[in-house]
Antibody, heavy 120, light 107 residues
Framework: EVQLLESGGGLVQPGGSLRLSCAAS????????MSWVRQAPGKGLEWVSV????????YYADSVKGRFTISRDNSKNTLFLQMNTLRAEDTAVYYC?????????????WGRGTLVTVSS | SYELTQPPSVSVSPGQTASITCSGD??????ACWYQQKSGQSPVLVIF???KRPSGIPERFSGSNSGNTATLTISGTQAMDEADYYC??????????FGGGTKLTVL
């Protein structure tokens, strides 16, 4: 079955760190760019970061640049998001998403999401 | 900074046509896509590259993109189409950008 399964979310204090994982199955993970998209409670979608298939290039939204790091392990079909210096405004459901075509950028497969809550 | 603007809400009667717009400066020069998100679920791609439908998406969903506006059209709208819809675009200067979302109500 083609799917993405996120894990690693939870409650963390402001200034803390968290590492999210996304396990991919059912497709050639190493061939595709992968991304993280988040959604604050009751709000819209916000793109967070993307990593190309060979891990050569990574890009970040201005809101997380310098605090979050995206990476991948193609041997384990897994995507990661290391989140440091977390803020209350980082509270959101974090979705892992597969990039269908890196020349036109759309996300054709989404995970169920993992909730990150930043609060004291 | 570049923005994509969607109406907060659109209402439609069952069987009628719903149109949801997404506006941005010279949006027609970029590729636009659309996602459907039902309550409590993950987003699902319904239109990519302006007007293409992924496999499994009903033919009643169609898209267009020209000038400053991309449009998602749902013909013969059904109750199951009630959801939030998000447009998304990308280019080298904007990275990935989502519209604010439109709540489609099927009355």
């Amino acid at each position: 079955e083609v799917q993405l399964l996120e894990s690693g979310g939870g409650l963390v204090q402001p200034g803390g760190s968290l590492r999210l994982s996304c396990a991919a199955s059912g497709f050639a993970f190493s061939s595709y760019a992968m991304s993280w998209v988040r959604q604050a409670p009751g709000k819209g979608l916000e793109w967070v970061s993307v990593i190309y298939s060979g891990s050569i290039s990574t890009y970040y939204a201005d809101s997380v640049k310098g605090r979050f790091t995206i990476s991948r392990d193609n041997s384990k079909n897994t995507l990661f998001l290391q989140m440091n210096t977390l803020r209350a405004e980082d509270t959101a459901v974090y979705y892992c998403a597969k990039v269908g075509d890196s020349s036109s950028w759309y996300f054709d497969l989404w995970g169920r999401g993992t909730l990150v809550t930043v609060s004291s | 900074s570049y923005e994509l603007t969607q109406p907060p809400s659109v209402s439609v009667s069952p069987g009628q046509t719903a149109s949801i717009t997404c506006s941005g400066d010279k949006l027609g020069d970029k590729y636009a896509c659309w996602y459907q998100q039902k309550s409590g679920q993950s987003p699902v791609l319904v239109i990519f590259q302006d007007s293409k439908r992924p496999s499994g998406i009903p033919e009643r969903f169609s898209g267009s993109n020209s000038g400053n506006t991309a449009t998602l059209t749902i013909s013969g709208t059904q109750a199951m189409d009630e959801a939030d819809y998000y447009c998304q675009a990308w280019d080298t200067s904007t990275d990935v950008l989502f519209g604010g979302g439109t709540k489609l109500t099927v009355l």
